[in-house]
Every structure is written in C-alpha cells, then in structure tokens.
C-alpha cells in the first residue's frame, strides 16, 4: 500500500514551452498532496501544499503564476511549469499524504520525482 | 522556526560495521518526525515515523530511537543495498509541512 506515482518520469523541453507533471495516490486517497524541488546534492525544498478543491499555498519565493497546481482530486494532482526556463530544469517530487490501510498515521508518501530538463 | 541538523554527511561503513546517524532538532510542539531513504535520481522512501521521547521503531536492520532533542537511526551489520542517503524530517504542531535536514550519505562497501 501507499504507493505514489508520477508521471512523466523524466522530460525534456524547449526553453519557453510549458510542461505538466502529473502525481497520483494509486491506492489511498490523499487529504493533502505537497510539491518539492531538489537541486543536485541537496535536501528537498517544498514549493507548494494543496488540498483537493481548494488553491494551492505557496512557500514564499515560489512564483505560483510559473508554478502552477491543480488538486483536481483525492488522487491526483498536477503541476504545470510555464514558460519554461533553463534555471527550472531540476528534479520534481510530489508526495501524498492521507490514511493509508492498515494505518493510523498521516504520513506523506513520495512519489518516484520527475527530472526537468530546460534546453 | 522549525530546523533539522542531520550528522555526519557522509559516512562510509564496511559491511557488518554498525553505527548511528544523528538528526537534531528544533521544533515548536513535535507532531512527528519522519525518517526517509533516498536512493539516487529516486523520490524518498518512508521508513519511520516517531512520535515521542523514548519511542523505538525497528525494520530488519534498522532502528530508529527519539529523544526530546534528537533522533538516532541505528544501522546493524550493514550491507551494501543499504547505501543511500538517509533523511530526517520533522513536522510541528499545527503544521502540514516537514522541514528536512540535508541527509546523510550511507556508502557500505563489501
């Protein structure tokens, strides 16, 4: 159980293209689902929290127009990098978080992340 | 502010060799703090989950102990397939986010 998926699981664009990055709960449904940044050698950076129905909130620094989310359900959520730049080329991971069967806790569960390339 | 110092950066073991990672903390009311493994261009797999002083958490060769500053993750008779970097994360009271430390970097070589 609590297996998380992303999807693609690499990509890679022209310079101004926009790409979406989608994150799925395959088998709980995910109250909250998180996006993260992670730069080479370093720790995760989270960019935004969403809740299904509801905006997305942004940690501070994070341009949420450049970056945006749409929690459309309790098992999926996306995120859409516009206009593309070199600087955004980085790994992207999601993780859900929700009861899981066989649980009581509210444990974030990560997805496998995506690797942005920006030519 | 919630903060997660995680010691050392690194560390190399010999296989068999055990020992400990380090994860300091600070945190306004500790909600849970989470241990994760890391393998390269991989997302976090989630290992523990720990909740208050004194509690202990173990799966095949690790185990994860939590004080009121701190949490140790204890490697026995390490293999190779446990290279990875290691993550703790904290989260607070009345907080949806985990706050990471910079992990530490398990090599074991056979």
């Known amino acids: 159980g609590a297996v998380v998926s992303q999807h693609p699981s690499w990509v890679i664009c022209k310079s101004g293209t926009s790409v979406k990055i989608e994150c799925r709960s395959l088998d709980f449904q995910a109250t909250t689902m998180f996006w993260y940044r992670q730069f080479p050698k370093q720790s995760l950076m989270l960019m935004a929290t969403?809740?299904?129905?509801?905006?997305?909130?942004?940690e501070q620094g994070v341009e949420k127009d450049k970056f945006l989310i749409n929690h459309a359900s309790l098992t999926l959520s996306t995120l859409t990098v516009t206009s593309a730049h070199p600087e955004d080329s980085s790994f992207y991971i999601c993780?859900?978080?929700?009861?899981?069967?066989?649980?009581?806790?509210?444990?974030?569960?990560f997805g496998p992340g995506t690797r942005l390339t920006v030519l | 502010e919630d903060q997660v110092t995680q010691s050392p950066e690194a560390l190399r073991l010999q296989e068999g060799e055990s020992s400990s990672l380090n994860c300091s903390y600070t945190v306004s009311g500790l909600r849970g703090l989470f241990w994760y493994r890391q393998d390269p261009g991989k997302g976090p797999e989630f290992l523990f989950t720990?909740?208050?002083a004194g509690e202990e958490k173990e799966k095949e060769r690790l185990k994860a102990t939590l004080t009121k500053k701190e949490s140790f993750l204890h490697i026995t008779a390490p293999k190779p397939e446990d290279s990875a970097t290691y993550l703790c994360a904290v989260q607070g009271a009345g907080s949806e986010k985990l706050v990471f430390g910079k992990g530490t970097k398990l090599t074991v070589n056979p």
């Open positions: 720990l909740y208050s």
């Open positions: 969403s809740n299904e129905g509801s905006k997305a909130t942004y």
């Open positions: 993780s859900a978080r929700g009861l899981t069967s066989g649980s009581t806790t509210d444990t974030q569960y």
